[in-house]
């Protein structure tokens, strides 16, 4: 699947220190929230998406 989606221009991530299930969404609840509170001063990019 990776391979098709980067075949169609798309970049793919995937986790390397970040657990693929309720650890993982925990973890981006967290950086959506200090984003949006103005704490995640490296998160200026997802700032465009969150509102």
């Known amino acids: 699947m990776s391979d098709h989606l980067i075949k ?3 970049e793919v991530l995937t986790h ?3 657990p ?3 650890g993982g ?3 981006g609840q967290v950086v959506i ?3 949006r509170q103005g ?3 490296g998160c200026a990019d997802l ?3 969150l509102f």
């Open 47 to 49: 700032k465009k998406f």
């Open 39 to 41: 704490f995640c001063h």
């Open 20 to 22: 693929p299930n309720d």
């Open 8 to 10: 169609m221009g798309w």
């Open 16 to 18: 390397s220190q970040v």
């Open 33 to 35: 929230a200090a984003a």
């Open 25 to 27: 969404l925990s973890l």
